[in-house]
């Protein structure tokens, strides 16, 4: 238990590092929220079968893909900026 104490402590700490060192040096990307639409068009149909099958843990993945179709849909009006800044990739 404790070594998962340390080990999330750790995780943090360097996540909160890294988005300073990113804020600092102005390399912030915005969000793809068209990707976000999408997963939460995956993991809801995913999640709902999966909690019908008789796994009620799945019930979480049923919310994130609601949540993430929310943020994705929320969003919209960017999602024409998002698809043409992949095509330049």
Partial sequence: MIILLILSIMITIFTVYWMNKK???GTNQEPNYYAFFIMGICF???GSLTFTTGNPGMM???ALGIIYMY???SHRDTWKKDKLRLKKK
């Fill in 23 to 25: 804020k600092k040096e």
């Fill in 44 to 46: 809801l149909p995913l």
């Fill in 60 to 62: 979480g993945l049923t």
């Fill in 71 to 73: 943020i994705g849909l």
